[in-house]
C-alpha cells in the first residue's frame, strides 16, 4: 500500500522496550535490536515504528543506527510526541530532538501520541503542519484519538491531512471495528495497529486452531492476516524465527468466509 507517497509494507515494526521502557533507557542489548530492525528490513518489511518516549529517546537511537546503511527513500520512519510536549513550540524542539536521535534526513510519519486535553489539538497540528514545511516531517497523524478527537485533528489542519491513526487493534479488542476504523476508512485515515497480537498470548490462542491448520500458518499469522485487511500491523518481534514468522504474513490473505469466522468467534 501507499502511505505518504511511498510504498510501505502491509505489516511493520514495533520497537516499544527495545532500548528502554518509558523514558529510561536500557543499552544493555542494543546490538541485538539493530540486528534485529536490520533483519527486519531485509525481509521486506520497511515501515518501523519508535516514539520519543520510547527507553527516553534511547529506542529512536537504536533505529537511526539500525538504518544508517539503508536507502532512506526506501524505508517509512514514524516517531511520535509525547502528550507533554504538545505545545507549539515543545512539539517543534521534539521533532528536531527525535531527527537527530534517529540521525535522518526527516521523518515519514510524525504522530501525537496521545492527546492531552491541557493542550488544544490546534495548537500541535498547526506545529506539525509547520514541521512538514520546514522539511523534518513528510506527513502527520495521531495515535489513540477517538472519533471525536480524530475529527477535530481532520479539521484543525489548513494546509496537508492526517493521514494515520494508531490505536491498540487486535482480534482480543475489535471495539474500534465499531466506531474509530469506519470513520478512518471514510475520511482516508490509514489505522495502524499497534500491540496486534494481544502482547503474546494469541500464540496459543484455541479459537484460531483450526483455521491456521487451514492455511499451514501459525495463530498469530492469521490473527495479523485478520487485521491488516483494514490496518497496517506493527508487532514487534527480536528473534529471527519470529520475524521471519510475521513477515510471511504479507504473503498470504484469509479468504473471506475465514475472516468473517474470526470476527464471529471474537465479537
Known amino acids: 500500500m501507499n502511505l505518504c507517497d511511498k510504498k510501505i509494507s502491509s505489516i511493520g515494526l514495533g520497537t516499544w522496550k527495545m532500548g528502554g521502557d518509558y523514558w ?25 515504528d519508535t516514539a520519543e518516549m520510547y527507553g527516553g529517546g534511547h529506542t529512536e537511537e ?14 517509512f520512519i514514524t ?3 509525547w502528550p507533554n510536549h504538545l505545545k507549539y513550540d515543545d512539539t517543534i524542539k521534539s521533532a528536531l530532538a527525535s531527527l537527530k536521535r534517529l540521525n535522518t534526513k526527516y521523518i515519514d510519519l510524525y504522530l501525537i ?26 506527513c502527520i497523524g495521531v495515535s489513540n484519538f477517538d472519533v471525536k478527537l480524530l475529527d477535530q ?20 479488542r475489535l471495539t474500534p471495528e465499531r466506531d474509530v476504523i469506519p470513520f478512518a476508512e471514510k475520511n482516508k485515515v490509514t489505522i495502524i ?3 496486534p ?26 490473527a495479523l492476516a485478520y487485521l491488516k485487511r483494514r490496518s497496517i500491523p506493527i508487532p514487534k518481534a527480536v528473534q529471527k524465527t519470529h520475524i521471519d514468522e510475521i513477515a510471511d504474513v504479507m504473503k498470504f490473505d484469509l479468504r473471506d468466509e475465514d475472516y468473517n469466522e474470526i470476527r464471529k468467534r471474537f465479537s
Do not use: C
Open 197 to 222: 497480537l494481544g502482547q503474546g498470548s494469541i500464540s496459543s490462542e484455541s479459537r484460531l486452531k483450526d483455521i491456521a491448520l487451514k492455511y499451514g500458518k501459525t495463530q498469530a499469522q492469521v
Open 193 to 195: 495497529a499497534y500491540s
Open 24 to 48: 529510561t533507557p536500557g543499552h544493555g542489548n542494543d546490538n541485538v535490536y539493530i540486528e534485529a530492525i536490520k533483519y527486519t528490513i531485509n525481509k521486506g518489511i520497511n515501515l518501523i
Open 113 to 138: 501520541h496521545w492527546p492531552n486535553p491541557d493542550v488544544k489539538v490546534e495548537e500541535t497540528i498547526s506545529a506539525m503542519e509547520k514541521l512538514i514545511d520546514m522539511g523534518v516531517v513528510r
Open 62 to 75: 537504536i533505529v537511526g543506527k539500525a538504518v544508517a546503511d539503508f536507502d532512506r527513500e526506501s524505508l
Open 79 to 81: 516517531t511520535k510526541v
Open 153 to 172: 485533528a481532520i479539521h484543525s489542519t489548513k494546509k496537508y491531512e492526517i493521514v494515520a491513526n494508531q490505536i491498540q487493534y487486535s482480534i482480543y
